[in-house]
């Protein structure tokens, strides 16, 4: 009675205004052969305080975020300072709705506005939206509105990008126009060498960097081999840390830039919800996805914030639209813009030189531990590859049991002519007492 209100009487009220004898009969259409007739497999009903034991029992089995951890691939543990949790928990905005009306949704718009505003300084690009899903379906988006741009169908992907971004962009493309061709990268540096598939007929040309491997590309030739057959050049970013120490995508010949903001204060939740990121050019602000908020006045020159060139077909007709996607998210994308504003651009460029040099002394200390070295020669932000002398995912399943140490990811996850390698992710968090402990458990492994 206290869940689901409605008492027997009720209930058979109800179906007798239907016309149904039982509750059964409402799932009637689904073959019997698929359904479950038989009592789950829960316990009996267990009062409030024995629910609250029994999942804080369930919930101590959670170590990931309890041990030390070099785990990364797209998801990263940063310190996020207090002030952010405590303003996003403030009512007005976990009750705010959705901004179509200015005049009772300034303060949204307005946050909304400095977040864009933010991405914009640090991707170097001149529009950014009010923030998509996550960094993949950002990708997945920018395939779509490259096509738009160019009217070519053909998209070109290194594999350095993280294969869980390949896969969703995959999947939303697969019943439109886009021909998806993936590029290999050079297994000395790590990086993106051979372009010659690009042609004419390629609407984008796609590379992560950071990519999956941690390896730093070199953007500016891979701009312009793009644009020298006329495609567009996405880069993805997946590690947002990473823009308050390497030059802008922007200044390196970027038309779009997407990617995960989760790193912007915003805890990793076993995986989401996250934030993602999209800019772009203005001139190609009119086919760019999602939401846009900008800055309007009154007759009387007062300033106000509204949302912008977003057509009502983007949340009615969808077919007429220029995306899938109609909304954004908007408190991820608050908790993100209270980050940026807290640590400001000093504090933004401290964070990133503590990744950079905390995994600069991980990398030199494994990499003299005999049996170990880096495959990759391009140089890294705050991830980076390891090859170790056995399977990886016995050595770091050892090194998990043996010293209670998240190690890092094995690759032959997603390259399984890899057996060997993992990733390992170094940030601001790890201590140096946690590093020697990790190259001490490796040695041991």
């Not at 705010?96 to 300034?106: F, G, H, L, V």
Request: with cysteine; aromatic share 8%; charged share 20%.
């Amino acid at each position: 009675m206290r869940y689901i209100p409605n008492a027997p009487e009720q209930r058979g009220e109800m179906l007798s205004v239907v016309g149904l004898e039982n509750a059964a009969e409402l799932f009637r259409s689904i073959p019997a052969d698929v359904q479950l007739n038989r009592a789950l497999k829960i316990t009996e009903p267990l009062a409030e305080p024995e629910v609250i034991a029994e999942m804080e029992r369930m919930a101590a089995k959670n170590t990931g975020t309890t041990v030390p951890s070099f785990l990364g691939g797209g998801v990263y543990s940063h310190f996020s300072p207090t002030v952010v949790d405590h303003l996003i928990q403030r009512s007005e905005f976990f009750t705010s709705y959705t901004p179509y009306q200015p005049e009772i949704a300034q303060g949204t718009l307005q946050y909304i506005f400095e977040f864009q505003t933010l991405v914009c300084q640090l991707t170097g690009m001149e529009v950014a939206n009010a923030s998509m899903y996550d960094g993949s379906t950002a990708m997945a988006e920018a395939y779509l509105m490259a096509q738009r741009v160019t009217r070519r169908d053909k998209i070109v992907v290194a594999k350095s990008v993280h294969q869980e971004y390949r896969d969703v962009a995959t999947t939303y493309a697969q019943h439109g126009d886009t021909a998806i061709v993936e590029i290999d990268f050079d297994p000395a540096t790590g990086r993106v060498a051979d372009t010659s598939a690009l042609d004419d007929q390629t609407a984008a040309l796609v590379v992560q960097s950071p990519n999956f491997f941690g390896c730093v590309e070199d953007l500016k030739p891979l701009a312009d081999a793009a644009h020298a057959v006329g495609a567009l050049f996405i880069v993805v970013v997946t590690e947002a840390i990473s823009f308050g120490l390497l030059k802008t995508p922007g200044e390196c010949g970027a038309d779009i830039v997407v990617g995960e903001g989760q790193s912007w204060g915003v805890p990793m939740g076993f995986g989401g919800p996250h934030v993602g990121l999209f800019a772009t050019q203005e001139k190609f602000v009119r086919q760019m996805p999602g939401r846009l908020c900008g800055i309007g006045y009154d007759k009387n020159g007062n300033r106000g914030f509204v949302l912008t060139l977003s057509t009502r077909e983007q949340h009615i007709r969808r077919e007429k639209a220029t995306s899938n996607i109609c909304t954004n998210q908007g408190l991820i994308a608050l908790a993100a813009t209270i980050y940026m504003e807290t640590m400001g651009k000093a504090g933004l460029q401290e964070v990133a030189r503590q990744n950079a040099q905390k995994a600069a002394y991980a990398r030199k200390q494994i990499a003299a531990i005999d049996g170990y070295e880096l495959p990759f020669s391009a140089p890294v932000f705050n991830e980076f590859v390891v090859r170790g002398p056995r399977p990886a995912n016995e050595m770091l399943e050892k090194v998990r049991s043996g010293a209670g140490i998240n190690g890092g990811i094995a690759l032959s996850k997603y390259y399984a002519d890899r057996p060997n390698d993992f990733l390992v992710c170094v940030t601001e968090t790890n201590t140096k007492k946690q590093i020697d402990a990790l190259v001490a458990a490796l040695r041991a492994a």
